[in-house]
């Protein structure tokens, strides 16, 4: 402790557990705060661990809004956030008490690519119920026993076509998809690879056997996918989450999957995590997972790393690459 003062290492609070390996680089890097028991800390107990450290590597189970940024000491710099996602940050807020907010792009853009072909692929093939039955050991084959839906030439709209959603096109192509998209603006040929724009959503969910959502959660796409929208869909499409629960408005979805005018859904995330809709629960069409995106020792790591060195790179140069405010 003291050589690192002596050192005049900077000090920082990392408010979950991170794989050991990163946690060894953070405090080789830095005074390092850890959280040994991974408990998640209550607004005032994160106010009061950050006294005295210069930065703070959140989480998206920390709910950095105005009120807590407001009330972090003057010493915090920098919001290293471990995800690509940022809305449990008010960016704006830590703007303003000129806290910078830094992100991890692209280094979990694979694995997350990699569970939306999961969830495309459960819930096209009907998994929750083949799971059930095959765990039940009360099934028999028959030609027509839990027929399902294939991905061959089906049509996927991609909502968001950023680096997850060209990630989710390359690999979706690779099983025979055409690929359709909308995104806030039409990419370049070269990033398109083929794919078709839509200039809105309308456009985009009409033409979608299959839709992948891909978006940022924002003002414009909160609840995007709603009881007038999917009203949009080719009935019985299948829709599929691993960006953010924000974009469902869950009770339309459980009616739309009640009436059949919706397959299936693949969902990872969710309003309101770790707490899901319990009608998902139990829905047979519903293929759900706890929110498993970047889950692989590759991707973690990477994330973990890079959030790390976002806070290098920034107490070293004053900025950041990765900032997002
Ligand atoms: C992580 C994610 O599981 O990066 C994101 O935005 O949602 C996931 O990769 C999570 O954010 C870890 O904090």
Redesign the pocket.
Known sequence: KNIKKELNMKKILIT?RLLRACEEKASKIFDAKLNGNDELYSQSKLIELSQGCDAILT???DKMDKDTINKLPDSIKAIS??????GNIDLEAAKDRNIIVT??PDV?TDA?AEIAMLLILGAARRASEGIEYAKNNNWKWSADFLIGKQLTGARLGVLGMGRIGRAVAKLAKAFGMIINYHNRSKLSPELEDGAIYHDSIKSLFSVSDFLSINCPATKETVNIINKETLKYFPTGAIITNSA?GDMIDDEAMLDALDRRKIYAVGLD?YKGEPNLNPGYLKHKSAFILP?????TKETRTA?ANLAIDNLDEFFNTGQCRNKVN
């Not at 956030?81 to 940022?86: K, R």
């Not at 929110?291 to 889950?295: E, M, R, T």
């Open positions: 979950r989480s998206i189970t956030n471990f995800a690509v996602g940022f992100n991890t979990l997350t953010r995330v929110h498993l995106g970047s889950a994330m």
